[in-house]
């Protein structure tokens, strides 16, 4: 069965400081996608990264890192130099895609980050 | 905007009234999904639609029951509602191998 476990309910950051949010999967499939959105306090969801299964390299965008590790089934995200805007929930989420069958996501319980001026 | 729209955005039901989710999404995307969202549960898939004429249940279908009435539409109905349906509901749709986009959710609250 697919899972993933954010196990980091919530964390608490002062302003500038670096932040790792933890994502751990589990798959039996060899093709499947991991993604990360953003739930600000006005509640809609953001997508901010999707990543197949192929591709391990890390990516960085502005303030943004990701570090996928199949060989530890962790995709963790790293917001270096962290802003109150950043205050929010993320989710981290799994996908297996089967053309013409949508990709279902399961998505861990979610990471409530606070930063704090 | 394009983008995926759900109506209402806010409902109080008592319990036992049914009541329908509407989402529509103006993307052409061929997939859509409903999602419920718990404290502490992250969201949950409740029922998808692959592509127009298909439906099939998620990880938590009870008490619900959907409709894709052509590819732009898809609707939830809950029948009789019950408090433990109290929760904030989202739509999504994506195209093939692609990120899903969500509605800005709907807020149910049964009493």
């Known amino acids: 069965a697919q899972k993933v476990t954010q196990a980091q309910t919530e964390i608490s950051v002062v302003e500038k400081e670096d932040v790792t949010l933890d994502c751990v999967y589990e798959t039996r499939d060899t093709t499947y996608y991991l993604f990360w959105y953003k739930q600000p306090p006005s509640g809609e969801l953001v997508f901010l990264i999707r990543?197949?299964?192929?591709?391990?390299q890390n990516e960085i965008s502005g303030r943004y890192s990701w570090n996928f590790q199949k060989s530890t089934s962790s995709f963790n995200f790293t917001i270096t130099a962290s802003q109150v805007v950043d205050s929010a929930v993320y989710f981290c989420?799994?996908?297996?895609?089967?053309?013409?069958?949508?990709?279902?996501?399961?998505f861990g319980q979610g990471t409530e980050l606070s930063v704090k001026p | 905007n394009a983008g995926v729209t759900q109506t209402p955005k806010f409902q109080v039901l008592k319990t036992g009234q049914s009541m329908t989710l509407q989402c529509a999404q103006d993307?052409?995307?061929?997939?859509m999904y409903w999602y419920r969202q718990d404290p502490g549960m992250g969201l949950r898939l409740i029922y998808y639609s692959a592509s127009e004429g298909t439906t099939d249940k998620g990880e938590v279908p009870n008490g619900y029951n959907v409709s894709r009435l052509n590819k732009r539409e898809f609707s939830l109905r809950l029948e009789s509602a019950a408090p433990s349906q109290t929760s904030v509901y989202f739509c999504a749709s994506s195209p093939p191998v692609q990120p899903q986009h969500f509605g800005d959710g709907t807020r149910l609250s049964i009493l």
């Open positions: 993307m052409n995307h061929n997939s």
């Open positions: 990543r197949n299964s192929f591709d391990e």
């Open positions: 989420a799994l996908s297996d895609y089967f053309y013409n069958q949508g990709g279902k996501l399961i």
